[in-house]
């Protein structure tokens, strides 16, 4: 059993501890969703519960020993899945990656080959086996990780928003996965923010709550995602084939014409889909891209931006963009590179001529209104926050700036629901007066936000 005793936790850097006497057990055979808003210290929970980060005050045992003792039978028990799946992968191919542990541990041969194959067949990545890794979408890697972690036969599975990538369909592959493993035995502590998961778990544990929560089961019902979607037109199938639209869609002329042509090339960046197919983006208005993993969703942003040469991928401007696209990825840790927030949150826009008063004046208002104290998180660290309000402020950061076109990149992923409600009232206004380009799997998020919303609904994996 995993027992967590009397813990305080902080991230490296930070001054203050963001949990502070927490204990909790999981059991084998038990699935833990451990929950919370962003920044209440889910991910320092799960790095303790891992072994990965010792805590300030109080105990993580395994079976009775401590984690991290040398020696510790954690050592080949337990598995941990973090939240950026680009940092985590070793292999070559993704039967490599998938093997990676389980050879690690000592298992090798035809058998392993075998049981890579299946993986791969249950994960739905068999047509993936001899890609590279780093090549995948980032919903692909986050279900190559979970399934290599599986594969390894853990005792004891960790698991930091593992899913906040995958489109709804490898979800539920992913959770079938996890619930087969749980009735085998394997005990599971699971973040996460999404509804759907913690109805999956046994037992929901709430960071921001004085207590645990009781188990979030409920038989049918709508998860909170669904409910902030609730009076959204249904899709409606595009004759063009591999094309919905939803909703009436924003008016003007376009600025810029995405044309996406067939077939996908061999090699390098690609949209998968059966049929030709444009994007129109007006000189204002919300656009949202919406698919399977590995669809081409962020090789479209990227083109969009200029960041991308994509061989099926034409983008017709109207007219010059000026001032430029401006992207924020879907990786927040990979492009915050300022000291303090307020630094980082004003860079771009005052790169671009933005007053910064102005600019500070409306990051403070942003923030008000998503629940922080403006002048508590402007004097923090960046590398103190947690994924989420990385994101925040990645988000943030690009709306404030003068550009074009506004390209966001999963802007909801991993956030709790009162960041993902503020995030969707900015990126709203922000199309009031400019156009901005989203591509998201919180499809609920998306019709409730976007004028109109583009599914690669036909993109067939190879």
Same mark, same amino acid.
């Given at each position: ?8 936790? %902080? ?24 929950? +919370? ?22 105990? *993580? #045992? ?9 020696? /510790? ?35 090798? +041969? ?44 853990? $005792? ?24 087969? /493993? ?24 709430? &960071? ?26 249904? !899709?409606?199938?595009?004759? $063009? ?31 998968? #889909? ?5 994007? @129109? ?21 990227? %083109? ?18 000026? !001032?430029?696209?401006?992207?924020? +990825? ?6 915050? =590179?300022?000291?303090?927030? @307020?630094?980082?949150?004003? =860079? ?6 933005? !007053? ?18 403006? !002048?508590?998180? =402007? ?13 925040? *402020? ?9 550009? /074009? ?9 991993? &956030?709790?629901? #009162?960041?993902?409600?503020?995030? +969707?009232?900015?990126? $709203? ?13 919180? @499809? ?19």
């Amino acid at each position: 059993m995993l027992s967590a005793r009397g813990l305080w936790l %902080a991230p490296p850097g930070a001054p203050d501890p963001v949990v502070r006497d927490v204990s909790l057990d999981v059991r084998p055979g038990e699935w833990v969703a451990i929950v +919370g808003p962003n920044g209440c210290g889910k991910t320092s929970l799960a790095l303790a519960l891992a072994g990965l980060a010792p805590p300030r005050r109080g105990r *993580v #045992t395994w079976r009775g020993e401590p984690l991290g003792a040398p020696g /510790a039978a954690a050592r080949r028990e337990v598995a941990a899945v973090l939240q950026e799946p680009a940092t985590q992968l070793f292999g070559d191919t993704v039967a490599d990656e998938l093997a990676f542990t389980a050879r690690n541990l000592g298992r090798d +041969g035809a058998a392993l080959a075998g049981e890579v194959e299946a993986m791969a067949q249950a994960a739905g990545l068999a047509g993936d086996l001899h890609r590279d890794p780093r090549t995948l979408s980032a919903g692909r890697q986050q279900l190559v990780l979970l399934a290599a972690a599986l594969l390894a036969r853990p $005792a004891l599975l960790v698991a930091d928003e593992p899913s906040a990538h995958l489109d709804p369909s490898a979800r539920a592959t992913a959770l079938a996965l996890v619930r087969a /493993a749980v009735t085998a035995g394997l005990a599971v502590a699971w973040v996460t923010q999404e509804a759907e998961e913690m109805r999956a778990a046994d037992r929901v544990v709430d &960071l921001g709550a004085a207590a645990p929560a009781p188990a979030a089961r409920k038989e049918g019902g709508a998860s909170a995602g669904a409910e902030a979607g609730q009076g959204a037109a249904a !899709p409606r199938a595009d004759a $063009a084939g591999g094309v919905a639209m939803i909703g009436a869609g924003p008016s003007g002329a376009a600025l810029l014409t995405l044309e996406v042509g067939v077939p996908r090339p061999p090699e390098g960046p690609g949209v998968r #889909t059966e049929a030709a197919f444009s994007v @129109e983006v007006p000189r204002a208005g919300v656009v949202g891209l919406t698919g399977p993993n590995g669809g081409g969703k962020s090789v479209l942003l990227n %083109a969009a931006a200029g960041l991308l040469e994509a061989v099926q991928v034409a983008c017709r401007w109207s007219e010059p963009p000026a !001032p430029p696209p401006i992207l924020c +990825g879907q990786y927040p840790e990979l492009q915050i =590179f300022e000291e303090r927030v @307020e630094d980082e949150l004003l =860079f771009a826009a005052a790169t671009r001529g933005r !007053p910064v008063p102005e600019a500070r004046a409306a990051a403070a208002a942003a923030l008000a209104e998503a629940g922080y104290v403006p !002048p508590q998180l =402007f004097r923090r660290r960046t590398w103190t926050l947690s994924a989420g309000e990385k994101r925040v *402020v990645s988000v943030l950061g690009a709306l404030l700036a003068p550009a /074009a076109l506004v390209l966001l990149d999963e802007p909801t992923a991993g &956030l709790d629901e #009162t960041r993902r409600r503020a995030v +969707g009232r900015w990126v $709203a206004e922000a199309g009031r007066r400019r156009p901005v380009l989203i591509a998201s799997q919180d @499809e609920a998020w998306l019709r409730a936000t976007a004028a109109r919303v583009v599914e690669i609904a036909r993109a067939a994996r190879r």
